[in-house]
Every structure is written in structure tokens, then in C-alpha cells.
């Protein structure tokens, strides 16, 4: 079975410009989530999908993100325009079930100069 | 919100000696996750604990659940190379298992 899948592994760019991640869950998990490490902090909640609708996403830090998730199978999250307080490592999650355990991809290191 | 506080904050053990890193929460503990990350990969799921008083144990790694102390505990027997890594706790806000806060880490070296 193939875990959760991230495009790109890294990615650089500029203040100003615009980013767009890329997660794969594992086939049949309706539950997804988005969760970021800002350099020095925790690992903090995005937001969550069921399916193709978002549950909650009461961690989006402001209106320059936006996610995605199109038939309910992968999804994206957007940042336009990125700041230089962005730059961190986002980490894609996904479960079965609501209760089911959390797994996690590999992350995008995203870092905005 | 609730906090997290790992401790320590990193260790040091020699192979084949035990290890145990805590996790206190600031709020009452719903239930637990524990991870374990290696450097440029993502979150590997350990353990989850979703009652107090649960034990779990997998190979050589075990955690509790303490919900009156609300503090959980991993402990590592007999220490590998292959445990080497960060460990994290994660602990699920109210009833939304998915939505977890996340402790700082505990930063566990092996060393031979």
C-alpha cells in the first residue's frame, strides 16, 4: 500500500510569488489533513477534509492559503502571495476514519526568500 | 488551547541502555499519539493510546496513558541505532482525533 504521497519534496521562491503543494492520501482514506512546522514551533493543524469538503479549518493562518481537495481524492494547498513567515515544512496526513490513526507524508520544505 | 510539554527536550544513550521521554499536557488528555520523525522524512505513527491507563506496547517501545496526571510516557528498552530520531507527541482536541496539537519534540542520539 502506498503511503502519503508530496509534490515537491522542496521548493524556493520569492516573496511575492505564488506556491502550490501537492498531496497524495492513501487510496480510500476520506480524512485529510494539513499541518505545517514553522521554523522553531510545533507542528500545528491546517485544516481537514472529509472527502471532498472541508471539515474544518480553523488553523488556516489567513486568506493566502486556499486548499483544495477535487473529487474528494488529492489535494492542494495554495499560497499567493507567499511571505518570508511562511517558509517552514508542510506535512500532509490522512486516515480512514476520523478516529483512525494519523499517517503522514514526507512534507514539502517550502522556503520563501 | 491545549499545551503540550515534552521532556526532555533531548537525550543521549548509549546502545543498549533504556530511555523514557514524557509528555504533559496543560489540558485534560483525550487520548495520545506518539511519532517518530527522522531528518527530511515525515511523521512515522508509533502508538496511539485512547484511554487512560492504556499500555501499549510494539517491539521494543512502550507508552502509557496517564489521564489523571495527563501525561503519557514512551519508554524504550535495551536502545538501537534505529531509534535514534525525533519523537513527538500528539494529543487530539476534544473529540476531533484528527486534529492534533503537537509537542516540541524529544530528540533521542544513540550512540555505541
Known amino acids: 500500500e502506498a503511503g502519503v504521497t508530496q509534490f515537491p519534496s522542496h521548493s524556493v521562491i520569492e516573496k511575492g510569488q505564488t506556491v502550490t503543494l501537492r498531496c497524495d492520501p492513501i487510496?480510500?482514506?476520506?480524512?485529510l489533513y494539513w499541518y505545517r512546522r514553522v521554523m522553531g514551533k510545533e507542528i500545528k493543524f491546517l485544516l481537514h477534509f472529509v472527502k471532498e469538503s472541508k471539515q474544518d479549518e480553523s488553523g488556516m493562518p489567513n486568506n493566502r492559503f486556499l486548499a483544495e481537495r477535487t473529487g474528494g481524492t488529492y489535494s492542494t494547498l495554495k499560497v499567493q502571495p507567499a511571505e518570508l513567515e511562511d517558509s517552514g515544512v508542510y506535512f500532509c496526513a490522512s486516515s480512514l476514519q476520523f478516529w483512525s490513526p494519523l499517517h503522514f507524508g514526507n512534507g514539502t520544505r517550502l522556503t520563501v526568500t | 488551547s491545549q499545551e503540550l510539554e515534552q521532556s526532555p527536550q533531548s537525550l543521549i544513550v548509549q546502545e543498549g541502555k533504556n530511555l523514557t521521554i514524557n509528555c504533559t499536557s496543560s489540558?485534560?488528555?483525550?487520548?495520545l499519539y506518539w511519532y517518530k520523525q527522522k531528518y527530511g522524512e515525515g511523521l512515522i505513527f508509533l502508538m496511539m493510546l485512547q484511554k487512560g491507563g492504556e499500555e501499549k506496547s510494539h517491539e521494543k517501545i512502550t507508552a502509557k496513558l496517564d489521564e489523571k496526571k495527563q501525561q503519557s510516557s514512551l519508554h524504550i528498552t535495551a536502545s538501537q541505532p534505529s531509534h535514534a530520531g525525533i519523537y513527538l507527541c500528539?494529543?487530539?482536541?476534544?473529540?476531533?482525533?484528527?486534529?492534533?496539537?503537537f509537542g516540541a519534540g524529544t530528540q533521542v542520539v544513540v550512540t555505541p
Open positions: 500528539g494529543a487530539p482536541e476534544t473529540d476531533s482525533w484528527g486534529k492534533l496539537q
Open positions: 487510496s480510500g482514506h476520506d480524512n
Open positions: 489540558k485534560t488528555l483525550y487520548g
